[in-house]
């Protein structure tokens, strides 16, 4: 960062006081010749270079008592940082509990997340145990109402009582809930909820049963959430 001097300030603030006598006296001397093309011109371009040099002055005018106040700021931290010392203890202390909040919550969700997928997997077994089952007695799911059997891609399915049961992507199952979650609390603008849309799209057309997990809380301001990540998006 450019230091400002006070020195570089004073001689701002008198070129653009010497700018702005021209511009004066250009301006007397237009009014005495107002048909004087050159007198026009010559208040033209003095009025120009004092508005310059005045805008000028001012910014560095800004900059320098910026400067002196952060210096002030910076030499009096340490009486600062020593008067709030409570309020620094009881912030590290707040944080450092809500991070272990977010630890729990995640070793909880790990562990969630894992259960999904072991019943996915474990209803895939059953899927294809029941069809081989069912092949096995010569019932197919072609023609009847129950039987079982591999499709052309070699996935199992199996028919009870007209009702189809398929093997689903097990994994995309936790995607499925990342994306319902994520979509209900910060929005379905937020990159995430867009990045797993189509995984969780084709998981539910996979897996009817997952019509009837119950919906998840809606954020207080998903809309404003939504409505912040579409302006994100619009000025990209």
């Known amino acids: 960062m450019v230091k400002v001097s006070e020195e570089q300030v004073r001689q701002a603030e008198v070129r653009a006081a010497e700018a702005e006598e021209s511009r004066v006296q250009a301006a007397r001397k237009l009014e005495l010749s107002p048909y004087s093309d050159v007198a026009a011109l010559e208040h033209g371009e003095a009025s120009r270079l004092a508005a310059q040099l005045a805008a000028n002055a001012r910014e560095l005018r800004q900059a320098f008592e910026e400067q ?16 709030a010392a409570g309020e620094i203890e009881a912030a590290g202390v707040a944080l ?48 009847g109402e129950s039987g079982g059997d ?71 301001h998903p809309r404003l959430a939504d409505a912040f990540q579409a302006v994100v998006r619009l000025r990209r």
Do not use: C
């Not at 019943?119 to 072609?142: F, K, S």
């Not at 996979?206 to 119950?214: F, W, Y």
């Open 96 to 143: 450092a509990e809500r991070e272990r909040g977010i630890v729990e919550a995640l070793e909880r969700a790990q562990e969630a997340l894992v259960g999904v997928l072991a019943a996915g997997e474990a209803y895939n077994a059953v899927v294809q145990a029941q069809a081989d089952a069912l092949a096995g007695v010569g019932l197919d799911v072609r023609g």
């Open 68 to 83: 002196v106040a952060e210096e002030r700021r910076r030499s009096s931290r340490p009486e600062l940082e020593k008067a």
């Open 150 to 220: 591999r499709t052309s891609l070699n996935r199992f399915r199996v028919k009870v009582k007209g009702r189809m049961f398929e093997e689903l992507d097990a994994a995309a199952l936790g995607a499925w809930v990342l994306w319902r979650v994520v979509e209900a609390r910060a929005g379905r603008f937020h990159p995430l909820a867009s990045g797993l849309e189509w995984t969780a799209r084709a998981a539910a057309l996979e897996a009817p049963v997952l019509s009837g997990v119950s919906a998840v809380e809606q954020s207080r």
